[in-house]
């Protein structure tokens, strides 16, 4: 025991409590917590484990498991061309989507961060996706693809491109839902990209204009540098929410033409509610989980590093 | 500043906000059109009226769905803002052995995609006996990792020193949490309330899950059963629907833009 | 009234080192009582500590006799006073003043009375719809006073609450605290790192360093007859010019520049120790053939009513401080005189004091010269 130990010991003046008192702190934490820590358990928590353990056996129609069958419902999965196409079809979307999304929201956010007249109303307008529903977002491209009355194709027309079979060719359908998605994302992604690019000081511009840098050399030496934690977040959320896309693909296309737009939570709709294959449908689940653990993993360690730079 | 790059950015603001913005407006416009307009793919009605309201109303439960969708994003907004305060409170002010690691199994809740759980939260559910019920709809998802997040940001940065004063005072754990820390607050609980609003008023698959019958039934799933009954005759129904469903959202975030903006971005980048 | 014992209270973070160690003393009922050091050197956590803000690792505290380590805050009856103020921007300043009295379910009469009693007091009648941000800082400050004010507290503690003001509000608001206090008679302990507000403000003053207790004193106790080292620099302004220094034929030699012959007694106290000289700035004069310095003026900064002179002496910059407006140039040699009788002669190792001016026996000198 060292000095300062000693001294403190031989001075103390004990307090006098009971454990009851001692754990104050401790019951009024867990009483303020205890609905967060029961919601959890029992809407994610226990529904993982679930998920995981039922992804192990075969299910009757009730989704009660009924036989143990280890990696089965895996390597089935891994085997059959129509998981490997909803694979697919998932990264492929990704791919049309997350790009697209991050930089027209990105090239939107700076327009709506310059200082005009009447700006308020440009940045509601970009904003205004973010209270779209998917289900009326849906709807409303339905009608646009639509192959009789709709009017997308007239419009194209006008440009000279010739009439696009949207939702009826394999290719074009999931072009059409990346659309619609892409469509619907702008919204929160502007929101979140132009609150990022108000936190940049203006100090920062002011010294680069008086030095004479250009707006191009302003855009890539201090704009794009100071905004890359938040391009960066938006970029895996966006990744994220591609993967978790449902409502689109019920609305648009049911998963059709061919299984083109089967993506991998309509998969695991499909499997568990339509054909009650609760196993499948949960090692489907999983494999979800895991592409999204991967991403977030990927964020923190990226948000990690930023640290490290400060 | 030059106008010729003021001219250039307007024109681009104004192109922008025209392409984003078409398909809402045109949806408006179809929801007036009669079934001529809308075969010859017109951009605008050739007349106006509000026939396609009368009708989607009488045709489908509108108000119904309407009314439920109501009730289920407030229930939602005013159970997420509870839980969520409740523990964020304890997550910025009461020290205790293991806080941070509960504090850890919280946000690793973001990193579980609900669609992977929903299997099970499904047969949860169904052996709770809440299909068809207001419990299946909003209780699941009362308590939000990323609304903890946000007010436990928020929270912090009251001054300590206040947190200090009102003990000096005399006041209880309790008085602190409704007194001083949810006023201090008051603008952060606002924006998480329209967040959590919004997400749940646009909710689908979960409700679709759910819900077998109209008791319930969101406005969601009310587009959806719409456009399948309707579809290829009568599109200027549907749209008038859509319109709808689209216009409590719409407006909230006309009202609230910037004060989504400052509010989200701070709690998910700081 | 009640009376504020400290007994060996010590506090530890990291239960390797003392962040406040062993402090006693005993503050009087009434008294305006100031504790002041540099940054970090443990006088806010001995505040909280008797705020019941932190806890007291070890040693007791007691108000009016009873102990009172393990009292919660509000049961200790004081009042506090934060740097920022702590005022709660959502509550207009009466709903600030009042907010305490609220919570103690003190009747609306009662309140109303005592908020209207201490607006007036502090001038603030005019203020009491607004906010918070609406005020400046010196009113910002003035409704944190009211709410002392109004909660009757017998105790009052301050966490420098004039640090965020400017120097003229400051040197007001010191007025107002130190009158504010003698008229409700409470017992004041005020947390500083000024020592202008220590010296001017309190009845007593402590003095800390590391956690340890320097000196307690009155304000002139402090200034005349610091007992060592650091309280000599701490307490006056500019601090008092050292240097280190040696004995050479029973004169006070540092450097080239300066050299003093020592009375008999003084040179018995010094033995053969190593020694550093202190002597206040205002102890240096024009040469007048006494205790010699001879220097390059390095700077000469003329403040209206006095002139300050910075010379070098043994590679440490001194100053002097000469009452009126002297125009000498920077970079020409000077000659002065340092009064001998003001000299405080430090053990270079413990740093106590070893001679100063009260401990100089005069009489006793006098006696043997006859």
Redesign the interface.
């Known amino acids: 025991m060292n000095e300062v130990m000693e001294k403190i010991e031989r001075y103390q003046v004990p307090k006098k409590e009971n454990l009851w008192q001692k754990t104050a ?2 019951r ?2 867990i009483l ?2 205890s ?3 029961v ?2 358990s ?7 484990f ?2 995981v353990y ?1 992804s192990f056996f075969l299910t009757d129609a009730r ?1 009660n498991a009924a036989l143990f069958v280890g990696l089965e419902n895996y390597l089935y999965l891994f085997d059959s061309t129509s998981f490997k196409k909803s694979m697919k079809a998932t990264w492929l979307f990704a791919l049309y989507t997350v790009p697209s999304i991050v930089l027209i929201s990105f ?2 956010a700076l ?2 961060n ?1 200082k ?1 007249r009447g ?2 109303f ?16 849906a ?6 693809f639509h192959p ?4 997308l194709n ?1 419009l194209l027309g006008y440009l000279g491109i010739r009439p696009i079979p949207w939702l009826l060719d394999s290719k074009w359908a999931l072009v059409s839902i990346a659309i619609t998605t892409i ?1 619907m994302n ?2 929160f992604s502007f ?2 990209i ?3 690019l ?2 940049i000081s203006q100090d920062l511009y002011e010294s680069a204009r008086i030095d004479g840098a250009g707006y191009f050399y302003q855009l890539f030496r201090i704009t794009i540098p100071l905004l890359s ?2 391009l960066f ?1 938006i970029l895996i959320i966006t990744f ?1 929410n591609s ?2 896309s ?2 689109q693909v ?2 648009l296309t049911k998963g059709g033409p061919a299984e083109a737009t089967n993506l991998i ?1 309509y998969a ?2 499909q499997d ?2 339509i054909n009650y294959q ?1 196993g499948t ?2 090692a489907r ?2 494999i ?2 895991f592409m ?2 991967g991403l ?2 990927l964020q923190f360690k990226f948000l990690e590093k930023k640290v490290h730079y400060q | 500043m030059n106008t010729g790059r ?1 001219t250039l ?2 024109a ?2 104004f192109i ?2 025209l392409i ?2 078409f ?2 407006l ?2 408006v416009s ?1 929801s007036f059109m009669d079934g001529k307009d ?2 010859n ?1 017109a ?1 605008l009605p050739s007349s106006f009226s509000f026939d396609n309201y009368k009708k989607v109303f009488s045709s489908v439960p509108l108000l119904h769905y309407l009314k439920n969708s109501f009730v289920v994003s407030s229930l939602v907004t005013i159970g997420q803002l ?3 305060s ?2 964020a ?2 997550f910025a002010f ?4 293991g ?1 941070d690691f ?1 504090f850890i ?2 946000l690793a ?16 559910v ?1 052996h709770l006996g809440w299909v068809n019920s207001y419990r299946a709809l909003t ?2 998802f ?2 939000s ?1 990323f609304g ?1 997040f946000l007010l436990r940001q928020h929270f912090k940065s009251i ?1 300590y ?2 947190y ?2 009102a ?5 209880t ?1 309790f ?1 602190i949490f409704y007194r ?1 820390v949810l ?2 607050s ?1 603008m952060s609980l606002v924006t998480l309330g329209i967040y959590s609003f ?1 997400t749940t ?2 909710m ?2 979960w409700p ?2 759910v819900t077998t019958n109209d008791s319930v039934r969101t406005i ?2 009310g ?2 059963q ?2 399948t009954v309707e579809v290829a005759t009568e ?1 200027g129904v ?2 008038a629907g ?1 319109v709808v ?2 216009l409590p ?2 407006i ?3 009202i609230s ?2 004060q ?3 509010g ?3 709690g ?2 700081k | 009234m009640r009376e504020i014992v400290l007994d060996k209270v010590s506090k530890t973070y990291d239960k390797q080192s003392f962040a406040v160690e062993d402090v006693e003393v005993s503050i009087r009922p009434g008294e305006f009582f100031v504790l002041v050091g540099p940054s970090g050197c443990g006088k806010s956590t001995l505040l909280r500590m008797l ?3 932190e806890e007291i690792s070890a040693g007791s505290l007691s108000l009016g006799g009873k102990l009172a380590n393990h009292l ?4 200790r009856e ?3 006073v ?5 005022l ?4 207009s300043v009466e709903e600030n003043i009042m ?2 009295l609220k ?2 379910k003190i009747s609306k009469q009662e309140r109303k009375r005592r908020v209207q009693e201490a607006a007036t007091m502090l001038g603030l009648s005019d203020y009491l719809k607004r906010k918070p941000r609406e005020l400046s800082g010196g009113q910002r400050q003035r409704v944190a006073l009211a709410r002392t004010v109004v909660s009757q507290a017998p105790i009052c503690l301050m966490d420098e609450p004039l640090s965020n003001l400017d120097a003229q509000l400051r040197g007001q608001m010191r007025v107002e605290i130190r009158q504010l206090q003698q008229q409700l008679g409470m017992t004041m302990i005020y947390v500083t790192h000024d020592q202008v507000e220590a010296m001017t403000m309190g009845d007593r003053i402590m003095v800390l360093r590391d956690g340890k207790v320097q000196q307690i004193g009155t304000p002139l106790e402090i200034y005349n007859q610091p007992v060592n080292k650091f309280v000599a620099e701490f307490i006056g302004s500019p601090p008092m010019n050292m240097a280190r220094a040696s004995i050479i034929d029973g004169r006070l030699v540092a450097g080239n520049e300066l050299s003093i012959k020592l009375s008999q007694s003084d040179l018995a106290k010094i033995g053969n120790r190593s020694i550093t000289l202190g002597i206040r700035p205002e102890h240096i004069h024009q040469a007048n053939g006494q205790g010699r310095v001879r220097t390059t003026l390095l700077n000469v900064e003329i403040l209206g009513n006095e002139t300050l002179l910075a010379f070098n002496v043994n590679n440490t910059i001194w100053k002097a401080k000469w009452p009126g407006q002297w125009q000498l140039t920077a970079g020409s040699p000077i000659e002065l005189s340092i009064d001998r009788e003001q000299i405080f002669i430090f053990d270079e190792i413990s740093e106590e004091v070893v001679s100063s001016p009260f401990n100089k026996d005069t009489v006793l000198e006098g006696v043997q010269t006859l």
């Open positions: 702190n401790l009024t934490s303020y917590l609905p967060a820590i919601l959890f029992v809407f994610v928590f226990y529904p993982m679930k998920t039922l989704g090239f939107l327009l709506a310059e005009l700006i308020g440009f940045r509601t307008i970009f904003t205004s996706t973010m209270g779209m529903s998917v289900a009326a977002s709807v409303i491209w339905l009608f646009l009789t009355v709709g009017v007239t469509w702008i919204g929101l979140i132009l609150g990022g108000q936190n934690p938040t977040f994220i993967f978790q449902f409502g019920d609305i939570v695991i709709y568990a509610f609760f449908a949960s689940a999983v979800l989980f999204v653990l977030t993993l | 003021t950015i307007y681009l603001l922008s906000a984003l913005f398909p809402i045109y949806a179809v809308v075969f793919r951009l509870t839980v969520a409740l523990a409170y304890v009461i020290p205790f052995k806080r509960l199994v919280v809740t973001l990193m579980i995609p609900w669609e992977a759980t929903m299997i099970s939260n499904f047969l949860t169904q209780i699941p009362f308590a990792a903890i001054p020193e206040l200090e004063a003990q000096i005072e005399g006041l754990r008085q001083v006023p201090y008051r919004l008023w646009n689908y698959l679709l899950l969601q799933i587009l959806k719409l456009q599109w549907v749209m859509v469903a689209i959202t719409l909230l975030i006309f833009q910037k989504l903006q400052k989200l971005t701070q998910a980048l | 705020a019941g803000l919660p805050p509000n049961k004081i009042s506090m934060f740097q920022n103020y702590a709660y921007p959502h509550l907010f305490g919570v103690r």
